[in-house]
């Protein structure tokens, strides 16, 4: 079993920057794709951004590419996502995930996740 806590959330302007992180204990995640999906009001969960723990290999959705910046320590168990020039439609709840086995092809899928944390609000408003 894994427990992920996400920090970091609040209220930001537009062209401002958050710094979002996860903690995750219990079971060892070394092996674990770790992502940040987030869910705004009325739409899907969508995937952020992911790293792989082994290699360090990142993606990022087209979306956020080039604001977003993905990063952990795995042997601290932490995963931090700068989030820069910020716009109102990257206003959401900001999830956490941890997925063991999760492919490559498949990291912006939800399900293949087993992991979830309680989420973060970050709101882009001036």
């Known amino acids: 079993q894994v427990q992920l806590i996400e920090t970091g959330g609040g209220l930001v302007q537009p062209g401002g920057s958050l710094r979002l992180s996860c903690a995750a204990s219990?079971?060892?995640?070394?092996?674990?794709?770790m992502a940040w999906f987030r869910q705004a009001p009325g739409k899907e969960r969508e995937f952020v951004a992911a790293?792989?723990?082994?290699?360090?290999?990142?993606f990022y959705a087209d979306s956020v590419k080039g604001r977003f910046t993905i990063s952990g320590d795995n042997a601290k168990s932490v995963m931090d996502m700068q989030m820069n020039s910020l716009k109102s439609e990257d206003t959401a709840v900001y999830y956490c995930?941890?997925?063991?086995?999760?492919?490559?092809?498949?990291?912006?899928?939800?399900?293949?996740?087993?992991?979830w944390g309680q989420g973060t609000q970050v709101t882009v408003s001036s």
């Open positions: 219990g079971r060892s995640t070394g092996r674990f794709v």
């Open positions: 995930a941890a997925g063991y086995g999760t492919i490559n092809s498949a990291v912006r899928i939800p399900s293949q996740y087993d992991y």
């Open positions: 790293i792989r723990w082994s290699g360090g290999t990142q």
